[in-house]
């Protein structure tokens, strides 16, 4: 009896569990994977050798159900369906396992998929902010724009990115160019032409910003322009590079070393001859392809990681490495680069300089060959030293030549980033850093401080008559003879072809800052004797005073720029004040 109880509790146990593996889990996990019926199979073969026994302890049940004439066949048939049942749910688990592993693998890729995504969005948020470039997506027929949270930045808009009409992204742009840029995305819808426009930004409260736009019609099954997509940059530091760069070309283009100028993303936008020389290709090959793109391809990978991590540091970056020349031949080589940053302290340009150590390191390949040529043979050791000695002080010299050459090329550069190249003034931008500095001393001080705006009178007339050699001599004649009437703590800057800057701080006698405009007129107006031709010119001068004019610096050159065109009007070679009355009634007092 005791037997019988048992083994209707295994055919209860097996019959749940096979109503269980039936009816749980999801779909994926049954009917649909290989291996699922073979165990449903077996775990009901299972069942049915419980069901046996307990027939066989029923005499009542034996007329129904035939397992054997003798007991044992009834054995027999008992064990075979066990071990059948078993073997059944074996083969079944073993095909059904790896699916569900299999399964699982697919859900952890899409998951990771989505937590890519996720991370591709930031990354673009961020490389957006970085390089200052927006992207919008303009509905032509519905006549909205969707605007990324950088494009909004560019534009002044608050908020992190939205929707703007087309009057609102017209409304900011510089009157004068407006024209233009309406013309140029007429054109763009009608299919006339590239959607690619530079024009001027003005926002309220800042100064005004140079933009690039470039964009990409799309159209519907008829031709017709339905929507514009594209992306815009802020270029306004990139074109105060670009002013600076004929002083830049002139030193770079002599230089003894390899020098380029790359962007954020590491583009190449200048590259001197002397290292396309030392790459083995032309300039133009250089140009507007990743700076590191001709590196020895052995070499690249770990250059382009270390370039990466100087990119996101901000700090200068030193390393050796090959070019591969167009021939298969290799140049060794000792690249550095310097980021540029902007008055946020952001990354917007790398300046770097490139070194041919290549007779440096074939000499050391040739002392390493040595070192095995003496390990080799002790006969010829005093005369492979000798001889390797020579060539490693021959190589170090050198070695010391081209660092000290280096050096030289690294301070020139540093002192042109910041002055002129023609006079040795300080820069427009040096002029401004200074103004600033003076007038919070000024400010803290109680002190004066005057701006002076100068223009040479007939300087163009000079160049169209004697060419631009003269007028290169007068230029650096005049900055002399500014620089001599004002004292050393003061500042005088070229800021234009023409235009000077100068700084005077601390005066509050009228009468002083008077007798110094009086006598850089006297000066300058005096003859300058240049290959037996006697030049004469003039000059302008408008006057600025702090706080009275201006408390910012931008104010202050920008009205003592207006008072120095008023004195042109009114018969030039003379100086003036913003404020006609200054003169008389202005008692310095801030």
């Not at 290989?34 to 199979?41: H, K, N, Q, T």
């Not at 000024?442 to 401080?449: D, H, K």
Request: aromatic fraction near 8%.
């Amino acid at each position: 009896m005791f037997d019988i109880i048992l083994e209707t509790l295994r055919s209860l146990v097996l019959l749940v569990l096979v109503g269980f593996i039936l009816g749980a889990g999801d779909a994926r996990f049954q009917m649909a994977r290989p291996g699922w019926r073979l165990i449903v199979a077996g775990f009901a073969l299972l069942l049915f050798g419980s069901l046996l026994d307990i027939t066989d302890n029923f005499e009542s049940l034996n007329s129904y159900v035939v397992i054997g004439d003798t007991e044992t066949e009834a054995f027999l048939e008992k064990v075979i369906g066990f071990l059948g049942g078993f073997l059944l749910i074996g083969i079944g688990l073993y095909q059904w396992i790896p699916a569900v592993h299999e399964l699982s693998k697919e859900i952890e890729t899409r998951k990771q998929a989505e937590k890519d995504l996720q991370s591709s969005e930031a990354l673009l948020v961020e490389a957006q902010r970085i390089s200052h470039v927006g992207s919008w997506d303009w509905d032509v027929v519905n006549d909205y724009q969707f605007w990324s949270e950088e494009m909004c930045r560019i534009w002044g808009i608050e908020g992190s990115q939205g929707l703007v009409s087309y009057e609102e992204f017209f409304s900011r742009i510089h009157p004068d160019d407006q024209e233009g840029a309406q013309l140029a995305i007429d054109g763009a819808l009608r299919g006339d032409q590239e959607f690619r426009i530079e024009y001027r930004l003005e926002i309220p409260g800042e100064e005004e910003r140079i933009i690039s736009t470039r964009g990409e019609v799309y159209r519907d099954e008829v031709g017709n322009p339905i929507r514009m997509m594209g992306a815009t940059q802020d270029i306004t530091q990139l074109k105060e590079l670009i002013e600076d760069k004929g002083r830049f070309d002139t030193l770079a283009a002599n230089a003894p070393v390899g020098i380029f100028y790359s962007g954020p993303d590491g583009i190449a936008q200048y590259v001197n001859k002397a290292l396309a020389s030392i790459a083995g290709y032309p300039v133009e090959a250089m140009v507007d392809v990743l700076w590191h793109s001709k590196i020895y391809p052995e070499d690249r990978d770990a250059i382009t990681e270390r370039w990466l991590e100087n990119v996101d540091s901000g700090k200068p970056w030193l390393a050796e490495f090959r070019f591969q020349k167009p021939d298969g031949t290799v140049a060794w080589v000792l690249g550095d680069t310097n980021p540029q940053f902007d008055e946020e302290g952001k990354v917007v340009s790398h300046v770097g300089t490139i070194i041919d150590i290549t007779t440096r390191k074939l000499a050391e390949i040739e002392l390493n060959k040595a070192h095995y040529e003496l390990e080799k043979s002790r006969d010829s050791l005093e005369h492979i030293v000798e001889s390797r000695t020579q060539e490693l002080a021959a190589t170090v010299k050198q070695l010391q030549n081209e660092i000290l050459e280096r050096e030289k090329v690294e301070a020139e550069l540093k002192f042109l980033a910041n002055h002129d190249a023609l006079t040795g003034l300080p820069s427009l931008r040096l002029c401004k850093d200074r103004l600033e500095m003076s007038i919070v001393v000024a400010r803290r001080n109680n002190q004066g401080l005057f701006v002076m705006f100068l223009d040479l009178d007939g300087f163009k007339q000079l160049n169209d008559n004697h060419g631009h050699d003269y007028g290169d001599t007068v230029l650096k004649v005049t900055a002399d003879r500014i620089s001599a009437r004002v004292r050393e703590t003061d500042t005088t800057a070229r800021i234009g072809g023409d235009e000077f800057l100068v700084i005077l701080s601390g005066f509050t006698d009228l009468e002083i800052v008077e007798r110094i405009a009086k006598n850089i007129i006297s000066d300058i107006s005096q003859e300058i004797l240049i290959q037996q031709n006697a030049i004469n010119i003039g000059v302008s001068i408008g006057i600025a005073v702090y706080p009275k004019d201006g408390k910012t610096s931008a104010e202050l050159i920008k009205q003592a720029d207006t008072a120095m065109y008023r004195i042109k009007r009114a018969g030039k070679n003379n100086f003036g004040f913003v404020n006609q009355t200054t003169k008389q009634t202005l008692r310095i007092s801030v």
